[in-house]
């Protein structure tokens, strides 16, 4: 519940003013609070050390800059933006939980109250200026594990992000132009964004794959494009639909693959600074393309050219043999003697197995991974996708290992535990 209350506020005050929200005076000043945002990631990449120290007060000058920025002088505006841009870079998560997601709906449903409420701007300005204090509520997980992000990852997960971003940031520019004065009720594209953002998280907790998410919104988008072309109102205002519920599934599926990386030191700053830098890409892309058709050309050739990603990484990963995963996955035959005197989930299976009695059947070397992953906290849909197997295979390959152990699940987890504290295996 805290992390749906941290998320949601923050998704509040990010949706409101600096991220072409109704608050934000002028568009153009977008592109400065992004570049800030980029810079921040960046620099919390290089100090990851020194990142939990400053992390109060990044939080804190947040609150303030927003407070202010309705009184600053409008040549200053720029420098002020960049620097929310760079201070509001400091936001991580804990303990996430599917039902987090819903803080995405929770926060554009209060910037849609906020946004027809009978109050002064610099009133509204005060609200959002409280929000990114909520934060201190919850405790920010600085965990810091690069083992728990693979270069493959990356590869897999980035090309989406951007291309999916900078699909939806041109369309959305299109659209901006004259939807302001053309709309039934200005907001009411927020509950077709936090509809789509409740779908998610019902198929998240039924376990789907995040393929479907992607899908989804590749399908919302083209539904806007194709509505785009005819023109009038009505047809404008379910195009602007349509893209705010590719964006809740694109934002769904972003924060959970995030999330499921397990490593928010480097996760959060890679993954959204990819986003900005794909925002702000379609900003300069429709700022100089000008012709409309052109826009929505080039959107429609990102929309196929994701399409085809997404069918040649899941056939490249389909094509993988179970001995190049499994390599991938688990080494552990071949580690040092320094590696080996850190607490790994590979090091206690490998001691584990030199402590079993010899009659006893041998792992084999996909249930040494599941194992692994196992230990490693990963829950059975986790592991399915990072071994390119069914769910049902996993829970298999685990009850085999179990059986062969001679151990209930909790009597592994626990000996694990134990492990870690004094570095002994009792024998079996």
Request: hydrophobic share 50%; charged share 15%.
């Amino acid at each position: 519940m805290i992390i749906l209350i941290i998320l949601g506020a923050f998704v509040f005050w990010i949706v409101s003013f600096p991220m072409g929200g109704p608050l934000l005076d002028n568009l153009d000043l977008l592109p400065y609070f992004l570049l800030g945002h980029i810079a921040g990631f960046a620099l919390n990449l290089l100090t990851k050390a020194i990142f939990p120290k400053v992390y109060p007060f990044l939080v804190i000058a947040t609150g303030v800059l927003t407070v202010f920025y309705p009184t600053t002088e409008q040549e200053l505006k720029p420098l002020v933006m960049s620097l929310i841009g760079f201070s509001s870079s400091y936001f991580l998560t804990e303990n996430f939980k599917e039902l987090g997601i819903l803080g995405l709906s929770f926060g554009n449903l209060a910037m849609l109250l906020l946004l027809h409420a009978p109050l002064h701007q610099d009133y509204k300005f005060l609200i959002l200026g409280l929000m990114p204090s909520l934060s201190f509520i919850g405790k920010p997980n600085f965990v810091h594990d690069e083992q728990a992000v693979t270069k493959s990852t990356w590869i897999r997960l980035l090309p989406r992000f951007f291309l999916l971003y900078l699909t939806g940031g041109l369309m959305y520019g299109v659209l901006m132009k004259v939807y302001h004065r053309e709309a039934f009720l200005l907001g009411m594209e927020v509950v077709f964004y936090a509809f789509a953002v409740f779908a998610c998280f019902l198929l998240l907790i039924n376990r789907v794959s995040e393929e479907l998410l992607i899908t989804l919104s590749m399908l919302a988008f083209a539904l806007s494009f194709f509505l785009m072309h005819f023109e009038n109102k009505i047809t404008l205002n379910f195009s602007m639909y349509g893209i705010q519920i590719g964006f809740g599934f694109a934002d769904a599926f972003v924060l959970y693959s995030l999330v499921r990386l397990r490593n928010p030191l480097t996760a959060f700053p890679v993954g959204f600074g990819v986003i900005c830098l794909a925002i702000l890409t379609g900003y300069f892309v429709f700022k100089n393309m000008g012709n409309t058709k052109y826009v929505i050309a080039l959107g429609n050739l990102l929309l196929v050219s994701i399409a085809v990603y997404l069918v040649y990484t899941k056939k490249s990963r389909s094509e993988e043999t179970p001995m190049s995963q499994e390599a991938s996955q688990v080494e552990i035959t071949e580690q040092s003697e320094t590696e080996y005197a850190q607490k790994t989930p590979e090091n206690f299976l490998k001691e584990l197995c030199e402590s079993r009695a010899p009659y006893k059947k041998e792992l084999s070397k996909r249930e040494k991974g599941v194992l692994v992953l196992l230990l490693k906290g990963l829950i059975y849909h986790d592991i399915s996708q990072a071994l390119g197997i069914s769910v049902s295979a996993v829970r298999e390959y685990a009850r085999r290992v179990l059986e062969k152990l001679g151990l209930r699940k909790e009597e592994l987890l626990n000996m694990y535990e134990e492990w870690k504290k004094n570095k002994r295996i009792r024998i079996l």
